[in-house]
């Protein structure tokens, strides 16, 4: 969800950076935002992947898990959540009003996003 959120920023962020009455240093800011905010999502989804392939790897050699990596697994689980939350949340205020609206995608991808996130194996 947060990826889809970070593309549909993408697109609308070029359509605002078209707009002329937009002032240049702020399409700058929010391209760099964009930047910054992909690059923290992906060094996240890096590190979740690369635990679950660790996790994987050891289960299908051992036959078991232990509690370390089970562990491992919520904890980038939990940074991965929290990241996605952060990384929309810190993009959303640059959408303009459309991301307000309940009606467009970009306001029901926040909204799923966060509604997801908030389940207790992810916060705790």
Same mark, same amino acid.
Request: hydrophobic share 35%; glycine share 4%; with cysteine.
């Given at each position: 969800?947060?990826?889809?959120?970070?593309?549909?920023? +993408?697109?609308?962020? #070029?359509?605002?950076?078209?707009?002329?009455?937009?002032? *240049?240093?702020? +399409?700058?800011?929010?391209?760099?935002?964009? !930047? !910054?905010?992909?690059?923290?999502?992906?060094? #996240?989804?890096?590190?979740?992947?690369?635990?679950?392939?660790?996790? $994987?790897?050891?289960?299908?050699?051992?036959?078991?898990?232990?509690?370390?990596?089970?562990? *491992? !697994?919520?904890?980038?689980?939990?940074? &991965?959540?929290?990241?996605?939350?952060?990384?929309?949340?810190? &993009? =959303?205020? =640059?959408?303009?009003?459309?991301?307000?609206?309940?009606?467009?995608?970009?306001?029901?991808? $926040?909204?799923?996003?966060?509604?997801?996130?908030?389940?207790?194996?992810?916060? =705790?």
């Amino acid at each position: 969800m947060a990826s889809r959120f970070l593309e549909i920023c +993408a697109e609308l962020f #070029a359509g605002r950076k078209k707009d002329r009455s937009l002032p *240049e240093n702020a +399409a700058s800011r929010m391209q760099e935002q964009l !930047i !910054i905010g992909e690059n923290k999502l992906q060094e #996240a989804r890096e590190a979740f992947f690369s635990t679950i392939q660790g996790s $994987w790897d050891h289960f299908t050699n051992q036959n078991s898990l232990p509690s370390e990596r089970l562990g *491992e !697994i919520t904890k980038v689980s939990r940074a &991965l959540a929290k990241t996605a939350r952060q990384v929309t949340d810190d &993009l =959303y205020p =640059y959408c303009g009003m459309i991301a307000a609206r309940p009606n467009t995608e970009i306001n029901r991808v $926040w909204r799923n996003l966060h509604t997801a996130s908030q389940h207790n194996l992810l916060l =705790y």
